[in-house]
């Protein structure tokens, strides 16, 4: 069983900027790629941002791109989400997870994920 850890959510006001953390219990090498989704009340699950430990390749969705950055610290075992300029849209439950090895050919999509973290709770509201 892998446990990951995600850290970092709260209230932040339109435009402001919060660091999302995912605490991984054993080095992110090896997995195949480490990534941020997100889940707001009603909707699916969708992909925030993806890093590829193999190759540093990194996936934004088209919401996030020039907004957010993924990022990590291998020696901490840490992947983080940085995200500026936040609206309210992106008030949602944001779940870190983790895709073991084989590469399936896709970096983005939820189902490939086998691990998750609990999630963390970030509200945009003025």
């Known amino acids: 069983e892998v446990q990951l850890q995600a850290s970092g959510g709260g209230l932040v006001q339109p435009g402001g900027s919060l660091t999302l953390s995912c605490t991984a219990p054993?080095?992110?090498?090896?997995?195949?790629?480490m990534g941020w989704f997100r889940q707001a009340p009603g909707k699916e699950r969708e992909a925030v941002s993806c890093l590829s430990t193999t190759d540093a390749r990194t996936y934004y969705g088209d919401s996030f791109k020039g907004r957010f950055t993924i990022s990590s610290d291998s020696a901490k075992k840490v992947v983080y989400l940085q995200m500026n300029s936040l609206k309210p849209g992106d008030t949602a439950v944001y779940y870190c997870?983790?895709?073991?090895?084989?590469?399936?050919?896709?970096?983005?999509?939820?189902?490939?994920?086998?691990?998750w973290g609990q999630g963390t709770l970030v509200t945009v509201s003025s």
């Open positions: 054993r080095k992110i090498s090896s997995f195949v790629s």
């Open positions: 997870a983790a895709d073991p090895p084989p590469y399936s050919g896709s970096y983005s999509r939820v189902a490939e994920y086998d691990y």
